[in-house]
């Protein structure tokens, strides 16, 4: 009888852990009230010109890919030298809109514990962060996030798949 009282105890603090971690990670996908919005009319057709910058379509929706994100190898948070040009793309748009500001969003591939997976997306924010400051980019402009795993570019289980997942992403805020 005790067994089965231990056991079931155990069971609910699981539970329990398991709906508050569900809640907080519902609570962080909510709209970064600091992202701008095409409706805000800040944005609009690639008015920078050159190709930098947010895109929008003509439906005022966000277009993926503004910048490319960057590409690490695994279980590293070092930028590779064939990346090293997209962010010198965000360099030169952060250069030409001084009124922007950014976030540096890092992620995983799937391997890995949670844990590590998640400190491993913020080691990778900070690399691309450090990397856009000395390109000349006040840092005070760049915040960065780790969803490590959480947010796959790819859906699967193999290397081309991790390979997409392994990077830092970019958001361009006010």
Request: hydrophobic share 35%; net charge negative.
């Amino acid at each position: 009888m005790r067994k089965l009282r231990k056991l079931f105890l155990i069971m609910m603090g699981v539970a329990v852990v398991l709906t508050v971690n569900g809640c907080q990670q519902r609570r962080a996908a909510e709209t970064d009230p600091g992202v701008v919005s095409p409706i805000d009319g800040v944005y609009g057709d690639d008015i920078y010109g050159e190709g930098l910058g947010p895109r929008f379509g003509e439906d005022g929706e966000y277009i993926e890919g503004q910048f490319e994100p960057v590409l690490y190898a695994f279980d590293s948070a070092q930028i590779p030298s064939a990346e090293r040009p997209k962010l010198e793309e965000v360099a030169t748009y952060m250069r030409r809109n001084p009124q922007a500001n950014l976030i540096v969003e890092g992620h995983t591939d799937e391997r890995g514990s949670r844990e590590y997976n998640l400190s491993l997306g913020e080691r990778r924010a900070l690399a691309a962060r450090a990397y856009l400051v000395g390109l000349g980019i006040d840092g005070a402009r760049i915040q960065t996030r780790s969803y490590g795993q959480e947010r796959p570019a790819a859906f699967g289980h193999d290397e081309e798949a991790w390979r997409q997942n392994r990077r830092a992403e970019f958001v361009v805020t006010q």
